[in-house]
């Protein structure tokens, strides 16, 4: 349809994302008109539930931003809880703490590898048609899938909207030999990872690449989860701190999420793309020569190609996770005593899509005054907007349905969680 | 799209019930656990027809549906349209979680200005549609059944998808989580540690989970049957919670499910 003008691109309900959301794009010719990520997800307005709030009750209300990354909202809660309060955790609840991201980076990316993303290469509406022809790669992802879970089931009750986390710590921790019992599956699981990055690297890509500023914690020694400098591959190095003098959003009228931009630069990307290019370094053994085995070496450009760097970071989860349950001794305490005193705290964490901001404003009483927080993928909007208005003129040629699955695809190369984005609209004013 | 994708004959799909699965306002917690029921997921896949579920599927296939899930509360003009949509194109309507069966943690709107608040939030408070209260489904169609759960329990979910395709009550208790501590020989934490437990008025479901982790229970899947809020409450003052603090604990995941709602607001002007 090159050249007779006027096409539209439309999908109403954009599926196997979290939350709802739209797309639409406009050509005029071979040329993109307009593009639209329409995210119509009701707002829900947390941060006017957190003012008033005791401090201690922030780890249990944010989670429920997201049934898919809780623990993501828990761990940013409580880091900007302890820094407003001047609060040291013990080593042992820190090396706990991995662990419970561990477990939710296995479980949310194995669930994206295999029953959102996979779908699309392979050419299944879902991971039950898939199952069909599939049963055993199926039934490793669900394996896998399920071991994340055991490991945030056993950290934090359940799989969802676990109920241990706590500023401080944890209300209870478990005992050595608990996490021992973890070992056997994890080993399985390190292997079906490594297997995995194999398995995704044989997919077929579309030849997009993209000039991105990836954004991502950076840490010293480690692959980042709680901790580190928040970097990007064009200069910027910042504490949490000063997040808010770089980064601000803007509302737009398609989006009941707003638009999170870089001041002066516009669109970035944040997840395991930004993750991956930013600390390859930082990977564990098995994790980098997989990688390198299945040709990825930063930076990954080709947003496609996700799916293979969430596999390696499987491998990396896996071998951490294994590495936490050899090197783990129970604390003296399970948690730190947190007092109510005023303070003002920020800290950024690794969810599974990407960084998580977050900051509260706190009173003598221990009482919220004021809260903000910026998910992942409410910084990822503008990204994808701008990736799709470069994509949809190379599909512009397929026939309609095909070139919108292919859209659709390129959307979810980003894992997007719009319930998260639509969750964390600002109670301070945007003045843009 | 490779053929195999379509080797399912349109007569074996249609020969199973249809389900489908609806989103209102939420944070997918609820439909996540019908993915998070790794080890039965493909044999439930086998018994019925998910005919409509955007989180995991791209086939949206249209109503009438046997089974419609609903998560999620109604807060918007559209959503409060919508709802009356999916209940005429679905046989048995169950509302799953929270949000669905007590307006969720955004119904804490309910007692404050939204108007007010989305003028702060937003540089064009007009570009955004909001009703002023979150309320649970129930208020807008009639409902066959609510599972409750902040989260759901998966568990229950699996015995409530069950029951209902073979016509049966499904079993799910209505008393309170006290019982299910007891059945864990859990040491009452209220009574012998002094710690603020809502266990004693909230319905089980969970596996009495917090007092199990060293704390009390916070209300996720709301009142039991004939709660005695206002006993709970003198014990909590006892225990020398403040008016605030006891109005809190209430007002939190399912705060406009009924009898919390009254305990809240007792607590805040006693």
Known sequence: ?432 | MSSDAKSLTARERTAKPKVAIFKFASCDGCQLSLLDAEDELLAVAGAIEIAYFPEASRNMRKGPYDIGLVEGSVITHNDAERIQQVRRQCNKLITIGACATAGGIQALRNWKDVDDFIRAVYASPQFISTLKLSTPIAEHVPVDFELRGCPINKQQLIELITATLAGRKPNVPTYSVCMECKRKANVCILVARGVPCLGPVTQAGCGALCPSYDRGCYGCFGPMESPNTASLSDQFRFLGQTDTQLSHAFRSFNAWAWPFRKASEEAEHP
């Not at chain 1, 939350?19 to 593009?35: F, Q, S, T």
């Open chain 1, 1 to 432: 349809m090159t050249g007779s003008g006027g096409k539209t691109i439309k999908v109403d309900t954009l599926a196997r994302v979290e939350g709802e959301g739209g797309l639409y794009i406009k050509m005029a010719g071979d040329r993109v008109a307009d593009v639209k990520l329409r995210i119509y997800e009701p707002p829900r307005l947390f941060e006017a539930f957190l003012r008033g709030r005791h401090f201690s009750e922030a780890p249990d209300i944010t989670a429920r931003i997201c049934g898919i990354c809780p623990i993501a909202y828990q761990m940013s809660a409580v880091h900007a809880i302890e820094r407003a309060l001047g609060i040291t955790i013990d080593p042992m609840v820190r090396l706990l703490r991995r662990l419970f991201y561990c477990g939710e980076w296995i479980e949310s990316h194995a669930l994206h590898i295999f029953m959102l993303h996979a779908p699309d290469f392979l050419g299944y509406a879902d991971v039950i048609a898939m199952a069909k022809n599939h049963r055993e790669i199926v039934e490793k992802a669900l394996r896998l899938k399920k071991i994340g879970n055991r490991i945030v089931q056993l950290l934090g009750g359940r799989e969802i909207h676990p109920i241990s986390a706590a500023v401080g710590g944890f209300h209870k921790v478990p005992a050595k030999s608990q996490l021992a019992q973890l070992a056997e599956d994890l080993e399985w699981a390190l292997q079906t990872s490594l297997e995995t990055v194999q398995w995704t690297s044989t997919l077929s890509f579309p030849d997009f690449e993209q000039d991105y500023e990836f954004v991502a914690l950076r840490h010293p020694q480690e692959y980042p989860f709680n901790e580190g400098r928040l970097v990007s591959n064009r200069g910027l190095d910042i504490d949490a701190a000063e997040y808010e003098d770089h980064f601000m959003e803007l509302h737009v009228k398609h989006s009941n999420a707003l638009h999170s931009v870089l001041r002066g630069r516009g669109s970035y990307l944040v997840g395991p793309l930004a993750r991956f290019n930013l600390n390859f370094d930082k990977l564990p053994e098995p994790a980098r020569n997989a990688a390198i085995q299945a040709g990825l070496r930063p930076p990954v450009k080709n947003p496609f190609r996700s799916i293979i760097v969430r596999a390696v970071e499987l491998v990396f989860a896996c071998a951490e996770a294994l590495r936490v349950t050899h090197a783990y001794e129970p604390p003296s305490a399970p948690r730190v005593e947190a007092p109510n005193q005023s303070g003002f705290g920020q800290a950024i964490t690794e969810a599974p899509r990407g960084i998580l901001y977050h900051r509260y404003v706190i009173d003598k009483n221990g009482l919220i005054t004021a809260a903000k927080i910026v998910p992942p993928t409410s910084q990822n909007q503008r990204r994808i907007e701008d990736d799709l208005r470069e994509y949809a003129a190379h599909v512009t040629a397929w026939p309609l349905e095909e070139a919108t699955w292919k859209c659709e695809q390129e959307i979810r190369c980003y894992d997007p969680c719009i319930s998260c984005a639509t969750h964390f609209l600002r109670v301070t004013i945007d003045r843009g």
